[in-house]
T-cell receptor, first 113, second 116 residues
Framework: DGGITQSPKYLFRKEGQNVTLSCEQN?????MYWYRQDPGQGLRLIYY???????QKGDIAEGYSVSREKKESFPLTVTSAQKNPTAFYLC????????????FGQGTRLTVV | AQKVTQAQTEISVVEKEDVTLDCVYE???????LFWYKQPPSGELVFLIR??????QNEISGRYSWNFQKSTSSFNFTITASQVVDSAVYFC?????????????FGTGTRLLVSP
């Protein structure tokens, strides 16, 4: 079945470490996105990409980095520069264009220990 | 700037009650899209509906219905005869057409608890 796969589901990180969250889609979508969800704050856009080898910062990109080497994959690295990384991270994809909808993965819950 | 407000943080109802989730949005664009997503306890967001700014017709899908009113910048969601399986967090979101692709601005969500 087509969909978006995020791994791992739970991730624990020590302070000062970088960690990478995986996101893979087999929907043949051009656009991919990373959102961060905190309690009571809804979802906020971290990074997005419309095409391979190109990506743009969203509203809260500081302390994060991404790559888009393949159409199917859009990994997110949470760096040690991110001051408060504990959150729920959701990856999404969509066709290009605005008259479409985004499909979401099941999320990765990151906890700093 | 775009903004989506969901003033109801949490709503509790008993099964079979009707419930309305409110959504108010702000945008300067004349062409935009509004969405509702459901987030069950498993975590993923499930798409429910997309509505463009030129289509103010109300929509009904089974027990779900949506009321879009541009005059009050609202896009409210009603569940009729609620069921326990409707328990989830519901998000309203906005996307402006001038971005050229899906760049969603989300509300803070409304948690719906349906008890038996």
């Amino acid at each position: 079945d087509g969909g978006i796969t995020q791994s791992p589901k739970y991730l624990f990180r020590k302070e000062g470490q970088n960690v990478t969250l995986s996101c893979e889609q087999n929907l043949n979508h051009d656009a991919m996105y990373w959102y961060r969800q905190d309690p009571g704050q809804g979802l906020r856009l971290i990074y997005y990409s419309q095409i391979v080898n190109d990506f743009q910062k969203g509203d809260i990109a500081e302390g994060y980095s991404v790559s888009r080497e393949k159409k199917e994959s859009f990994p997110l690295t949470v760096t040690s520069a991110q001051k408060n990384p504990t959150a729920f991270y959701l990856c999404a994809s969509s066709p290009l264009g605005v008259n479409t909808e985004a499909f979401f993965g099941q999320g990765t819950r990151l906890t700093v220990v | 700037a775009q903004k989506v407000t969901q003033a109801q943080t949490e709503i509790s109802v008993v099964e079979k009650e009707d419930v309305t989730l409110d959504c108010v949005y702000e945008t300067r664009d004349t062409t935009y899209y509004l969405f509702w997503y459901k987030q069950p306890p498993s975590g993923e967001l499930v798409f429910l509906i997309r509505r463009n700014s030129f289509d103010e017709q109300n929509e009904i899908s089974g027990r779900y219905s949506w009321n879009f009113q541009k005059s009050t910048s609202s896009f409210n969601f009603t569940i009729t005869a609620s069921q326990v399986v409707d328990s989830a967090v519901y998000f309203c979101a906005l996307s402006e057409a001038n971005t050229g692709f899906q760049k969603l601005v989300f509300g803070t969500g409304t948690r719906l608890l349906v008890s038996p």
